[in-house]
């Protein structure tokens, strides 16, 4: 049985839970935003950010192209010249000419004055570049023994000389140093192709110190990784925390500009609003539930008036005082109980009243009721009582219905208890023993809030018994005809034995009879004989009994009904076509369906009596298989049956015969044989077609057995 709920339980664990669950949905909805905003925000600024710091980084770089092309045009041994280019920029600390063998030839630095003409400078790095065929060079960061300072050096081609300018970032650094975090820190930081730090505003010492940062992760995860502007955590170098940047590439120089920010910083911003809206959200829900219970105290408390009032008109105290409750919405409902309790009065008396009049109906129809749930009987009319036998209903109610059934019906009543089922036969037991013939019905209803059957029962032991009597006013019938087509069977063979014996007779007086003769007379005598005793014999076994069930071959069952009427056919020139050439079987009572063809063929052969100006009168007979059903079809040319009467010729004592000549149950006692005692299926129509290149139109009985079904007999 499933578990009940409490309502009131469910409504509030539904309040608090949403309560609870709504604004902390909220507050992660909340702070994923914040973080998405936060995120999407330090990816745009930082993405502006190293645009300017390229852009910047590129103009210098111009700039200082530009002051190399300017020398390349207008130095001719000045030194004038080179002292108004270190005047002039303060980002150049000094400028010196080398000549092909990398001796100076020309310098200038105010900060130091022991630069000499003649120096030997031709294993700098710079100098090679040059010499060995490149335009302009950009050296690494170096300690300058110029100006004694952690230079940059840019090395050109000056006609047949080279010309090396060395440079302090100066003006970079100050414009980096304008990017901070949120922590304060420095926002860029500017390595060289080789791993070497160029550029950190946060500690400048370290590049003095040259430390290669090729395998660190900065290079690893972010620039040897992803593209340039593309963000993406890295960690710090000797910490646990990373950070959270991106880079971009000088092609002039291959200096890589990394920007970045500390995730820590980040996650702290969250962790804060993470907080506040903690904050927030517990308030809200302290408040909500309070203002839940308070208002929910208020509705329960009214609902469990409601479920006290109910209770008491579900138990019967129809007159309980109803309060008032505190809501417009309840009052609305407890009028409507109100109006309940004065309509359940008023229908209570209704109803009983229409109890005692539907028992009353019961118990005037004629069939006997019965309701019995499961089998076993719980109620009945009286028609039922006196049907089975009983004094009273309390002696039938409790007890199974099948102590009611005779025993080869038990399996017949099984398989229609479970349904709602058409009528059908079985044989019941009354009190007494005594075992009489019942049609039964059965539907399910409700009552009571349970499935219970309602079973009607109608004593048709009368019904079997006129059925029987008319079954053997059909025999007699049948026997009357056959007496008729035995005196035409017997007319030809009795002739042939009467012409044969007197003409022995005749010529043994003469003294003329040859023994060939008389061989050939006895011969003819016996073959007559023989045939009088075939013809009593089929006869006889028409008139046999038949008891039992058994399976018969369809085709030898037709050639025995021929062969009973085949005189009287002969004599009203009918020709019968039997078309049946294989041999199918079914389960029966043989001399029934016998009786059953001879009846339909008789019918044809009135109908052709009646008739009488058909010239070729025919009868066919074939048989097929459709669908799983053995399916025989009876037709004649003698003009069809009128639509008038079509649909009666079933019915008993249904005759368009003069009453001197048809007792009108013939064709009904084929339709029992064939629906009731063989369960199969018997229809007739007017049916129009072509033989021998003529049309003809005539009545067309078509009988169905599905395939290896059993008949039954119902009948005593």
């Known amino acids: 049985m499933k578990k009940r709920q409490s309502l009131k339980k469910l409504i509030l664990l539904f309040l608090v839970s949403f309560t609870i669950l709504m604004p902390i949905v909220i507050g992660i909805i909340t702070?994923?935003?914040?973080?998405?905003?936060?995120?999407?925000?330090?990816?745009?600024?930082?993405?502006?950010?190293?645009?300017?710091?390229?852009?910047?980084?590129?103009?210098?770089?111009?700039?200082i192209d530009h002051i190399s092309a300017y020398v390349k045009h207008n130095y001719h041994n000045?030194?004038?010249?080179?002292?108004?280019?270190?005047?002039?920029?303060?980002?150049?600390?000094?400028?010196?000419?080398?000549?092909?063998?990398?001796?100076?030839?020309?310098?200038?630095?105010?900060?130091?004055s022991n630069i000499y003409n003649g120096f030997d400078y031709s294993n700098k790095l710079y100098f090679k570049e040059i010499i060995n065929g490149k335009e302009y060079f950009w050296s690494d960061l170096f300690f300058s023994t110029v100006d004694e300072t952690q230079s940059l050096s840019y090395s050109f081609k000056l006609q047949d000389k080279v010309g090396v300018i060395f440079i302090r970032l100066t003006d970079i650094s100050s414009f980096i140093k304008t990017f901070k975090n949120t922590d304060n820190s420095h926002m860029v930081r500017i390595y060289d192709n080789k791993g070497i730090l160029i550029l950190n505003p946060d500690e400048p010492k370290l590049q003095t110190q040259k430390i290669n940062l090729f395998s660190q992760s900065v290079f690893v995860d972010l620039i040897n990784k992803v593209k340039p502007y593309e963000q993406t955590p890295f960690f710090k170098n000797n910490s646990g925390s990373y950070d959270l940047g991106m880079y971009t590439t000088i092609e002039k120089t291959g200096w890589n500009i990394?920007?970045?920010?500390?995730?820590?910083?980040?996650?702290?911003?969250?962790?804060?609003?993470?907080i506040a809206i903690a904050g927030i959200v517990l308030l809200f829900i302290t408040i909500s539930i309070f203002i839940i219970i308070k208002i929910s105290k208020k509705v329960f408390t009214s609902?469990?008036?409601?479920?006290?009032?109910?209770?008491?008109?579900?138990?019967?105290?129809?007159?309980?005082?109803?309060?008032?409750?505190?809501?417009d919405e309840f009052n609305g409902l407890i009028n409507s109980f109100k109006n309940m309790q004065h309509e359940i009065k008023k229908r209570e008396v209704s109803l009983k009243k229409s109890v005692e009049s539907f028992e009353s109906l019961i118990n005037s129809t004629m069939e006997a009721i019965l309701l019995h749930e499961n089998g076993v009987c719980f109620d009945l009319n009286e028609v039922a009582v006196k049907l089975l036998g009983y004094e009273n209903k309390n002696e039938i109610i409790n007890k199974n219905l099948y102590d009611f059934v005779e025993t080869s019906y038990i399996d017949v009543v099984t398989k229609n208890m479970e349904i709602n089922s058409a009528p059908y036969e079985i044989k019941m037991i009354k009190k007494d023993g005594t075992i009489f013939d019942a049609l039964v019905q059965g539907k399910f209803i409700e009552i009571n809030n349970k499935t219970a059957k309602v079973s009607a029962i109608i004593d048709i032991t009368e019904l079997k018994e006129k059925d029987k009597l008319l079954f053997e006013q059909s025999k007699m019938a049948a026997m009357g005809e056959m007496i008729g087509n035995i005196a035409h069977q017997w007319r030809q063979p009795l002739s042939t034995i009467s012409t044969a014996s007197s003409g022995m007779k005749f010529q043994k007086e003469y003294g003329e009879l040859s023994d060939k003769d008389f061989i050939c007379s006895i011969d003819a005598i016996v073959?007559?004989?023989?045939?009088?005793?075939?013809?009593?014999?089929?006869?006889?076994?028409?008139?046999?009994?038949?008891?039992?069930?058994?399976?018969f071959n369809i085709n030898d069952a037709i050639k025995n009904s021929l062969s009973l009427i085949d005189s009287s056919l002969k004599s009203s020139f009918i020709h019968v076509q039997n078309e049946i050439n294989k041999d199918e079987y079914i389960y029966g009572l043989k001399n029934e369906f016998i009786q059953a063809i001879m009846n339909i063929i008789t019918n044809a052969k009135d109908a052709f009596l009646i008739n009488g100006d058909i010239d070729s009168k025919i009868i066919m007979i074939s048989l097929k298989k459709s669908n799983n059903y053995l399916v025989i079809s009876i037709q004649d040319n003698a003009g069809?049956?009128?639509?008038?009467?079509?649909?009666?010729?079933?019915?008993?004592?249904?005759?368009?015969?003069?009453?001197?000549?048809?007792?009108?149950?013939?064709?009904?006692?084929?339709?029992?044989?064939?629906?009731?005692?063989?369960?199969?299926?018997?229809?007739?129509?007017?049916?129009?077609?072509?033989?021998?290149?003529?049309?003809?139109?005539?009545?067309?009985?078509?009988i169905k057995f599905r395939v290896n079904s059993i008949g039954y007999k119902n009948y005593t």
């Open 78 to 112: 000045n030194t004038f010249l080179l002292k108004n280019i270190v005047a002039m920029n303060d980002n150049i600390t000094g400028v010196i000419i080398l000549d092909k063998k990398g001796m100076i030839t020309d310098s200038y630095s105010p900060k130091n």
């Open 640 to 702: 069809g049956i009128s639509n008038d009467i079509i649909s009666k010729i079933f019915e008993p004592y249904f005759t368009t015969k003069h009453k001197s000549q048809g007792t009108g149950i013939g064709l009904y006692m084929t339709h029992q044989i064939i629906t009731e005692h063989m369960n199969g299926n018997i229809k007739v129509r007017n049916k129009t077609f072509e033989y021998n290149n003529k049309k003809y139109k005539g009545a067309n009985f078509v």
């Open 258 to 274: 990394v920007i970045r920010e500390c995730y820590d910083n980040i996650l702290s911003d969250l962790k804060n609003l993470i």
């Open 31 to 63: 702070t994923y935003s914040f973080y998405n905003t936060k995120i999407d925000s330090l990816l745009h600024n930082q993405k502006q950010t190293l645009k300017q710091v390229n852009l910047e980084t590129n103009e210098f770089l111009e700039r």
């Open 303 to 327: 609902l469990d008036d409601l479920e006290n009032i109910t209770s008491s008109i579900t138990s019967g105290r129809y007159n309980t005082k109803v309060q008032d409750a505190n809501f």
């Open 527 to 551: 073959k007559s004989t023989k045939y009088l005793s075939n013809t009593i014999d089929d006869f006889r076994n028409f008139f046999k009994a038949d008891t039992q069930m058994r399976e």
